[in-house]
């Protein structure tokens, strides 16, 4: 809602519209973090289409085929995304910078294939020593294969971000959305076929492979052609965001490796990995949202729109905190879920589940804040509390498992995430002078402990679990409404986006 209202004040201002292929763009389509809601429900398809995979794979699979699967994934996920933090930030912001794309889509592109190739062949030579080091001789063969879809991830997030950059949402979303379709489909018919972990490896790389060729159709930029945008240039913008984005990426997965190393089962860490796939729902909003968030600062800073860069980021942080009721719901109805999801193999998740579920509302703030820091040229400080937070999280990995096993890992993810929540906002007060309501994050706290008590004491399971979570969800909206956080203006407007995006598809449908 509060994205509609910032819509709805651009508008108002009448800010210079970039002339493109398809001509001049509204408001909307130039700073329209509309869009991102647009590309969020694509992305939102990563969450059904996510559940009913791992669901078919823990079942078809069993816990320590599929433990090695997510141990192989986890790792490569680790190096892709690695790959596109180097530069996925620095391309949003370059390219929200400047009127003409082609030059950095073109030396982004070469940057991403170079770092892929370096990246697979460094996975070829070092997949038995990683097998050794996890106690798992199998998982070598595994890493060597889905080593090759690195390449094809990192060319298909660089035209993800080009297409950001240019505010151009509704492709970026429909890209995304095939890919999750795709994969689920193919994973039920390689896995179903008796390929196990090789036709979910090629499942994955499918998802990918039809991503790069529907982004083909709206963006192209080349490997061999002319840039006046220097590397050096891009390199330097991208430094501190490089540092952060590994950090980021490493803290994502320490806890489960740091388990696996400290002599835990496959098995064990497949239930692990298990609540992990579970507690990704505010990931998935990070994903789709901060990209967004940081090209339409970019262009209103760039356009001298200091105020309605600053009201856009405390509603950013606003949309932030209204996820905090998904984290209660979520933790009060764990066991409810994982035994629907996975089955009773998977029993010991529940607690993981709920635990880490908060630790990635909490990265959510961090991503928030570090976007907006990146911005305004403060990315040095995303640096340093990447590096904060992936020490003490390792530190307090290797001092806690041992003891408390993989509830005490998701205890110290989730106690290191809300900390960098925390040093986040107060580095952002220092530098920018904006913070989150107060109002909003007490009404925010009071729903979610009341929608936890709520999925605690009204157990459901089957098909009655798929009514509750639903309507949980819904009497969370309502409750932060009944309290005042939504506004009048602020529904009228919803009302108003969500009434013309239905006549709009409509219309097309019609045509």
């Not at 709206?218 to 991208?238: C, D, E, H, K």
């Not at 940081?294 to 405390?314: F, V, W, Y």
């Not at 990265?363 to 804040?369: A, D, K, Q």
Request: with cysteine; proline share 4%; hydrophobic share 55%.
């Amino acid at each position: 809602m509060e994205v509609c209202r910032i819509v709805s004040t651009l508008s108002a201002e009448g800010g210079s519209l970039p002339a493109g292929r398809d001509g001049a763009r509204t408001a909307d389509e130039k700073y329209g973090l509309g869009g991102s809601f647009r590309i969020f429900m694509a992305d939102f398809l990563m969450l059904p289409t996510g559940i009913l995979t791992v669901a078919f794979l823990t079942r078809r699979l069993g816990p320590t085929e599929f433990g090695l699967f997510t141990m192989a994934a986890t790792i490569i996920a680790w190096v892709e995304w690695s790959i596109v933090s180097l530069f996925s930030r620095a391309t949003v912001r370059l390219i929200g910078e400047s009127r003409d794309w082609q030059p950095a889509g073109t030396t982004v592109l070469r940057l991403h294939l170079a770092a892929a190739a370096i990246a697979t062949a460094t996975v070829w030579v070092f997949a038995g020593s990683i097998a050794a080091l996890l106690h798992e001789p199998a998982l070598a063969g595994i890493l060597r294969l889905f080593a090759l879809e690195i390449p094809l991830f990192g060319i298909a997030y660089a035209h993800r971000d080009v297409l950001v950059g240019t505010g151009r949402y509704n492709e970026r979303a429909r890209m995304s959305g095939a890919r999750w379709i795709v994969r689920l489909i193919l994973v039920i018919a390689l896995v179903g076929a008796g390929l196990s972990i090789t036709g979910a490896i090629l499942a994955s790389m499918g998802g990918l492979l039809v991503e790069l060729i529907i982004a083909r159709r709206y963006v192209q930029p080349t490997v061999f052609g002319r840039s006046s945008l220097p590397i050096r240039r891009v390199l330097l913008v991208a430094v501190p965001l490089v540092v952060f984005g590994l950090c980021m990426r490493a803290f994502d997965r320490v806890d489960l490796l740091v388990l696996k190393a400290l002599g835990s089962t496959a098995a064990d860490a497949g239930v692990y990995a298990a609540a992990q796939s579970l507690a990704l729902l505010p990931g998935l909003f990070t994903l789709s949202f901060s990209p967004v968030l940081l090209s339409t600062l970019t262009r209103a800073l760039r356009e001298g729109k200091d105020a309605i860069a600053r009201s856009l980021t405390r509603d950013a942080l606003r949309m932030g905190l209204r996820l905090l009721p998904f984290g209660g719901l979520v933790a009060g109805s764990a066991a409810e879920i994982v035994l629907f999801v996975f089955g009773p193999l998977y029993a010991p998740a529940k607690g993981v589940l709920a635990v880490l579920t908060f630790g990635a509302l909490s990265l959510v703030i961090v991503s928030i804040s570090t976007a907006v820091l990146t911005a305004i040229n403060r990315a040095r400080f995303a640096a340093t509390l990447g590096i904060a937070l992936l020490v003490s999280a390792t530190v307090g990995h290797l001092l806690v498992i041992p003891h408390f096993g993989a509830m005490g890992a998701a205890v110290v993810t989730t106690s290191v995430a809300a900390a960098g929540a925390f040093a986040a906002l107060i580095a952002l007060y220092s530098a920018w002078r904006v913070a989150p309501p107060l109002p909003s994050l007490l009404r925010s706290v009071a729903v979610t402990s009341g929608v936890f008590a709520l999925a605690t004491f009204l157990p459901a399971s089957g098909l009655l679990l798929i009514a509750k979570l639903p309507v949980l969800a819904i009497l969370s909206i309502g409750a932060l409404h009944l309290l005042g956080e939504f506004t009048g203006p602020e529904l009228a407007i919803a009302r108003e986006t969500v009434v013309r995006a239905f006549t709009s598809r409509e219309s097309a449908t019609g045509a």
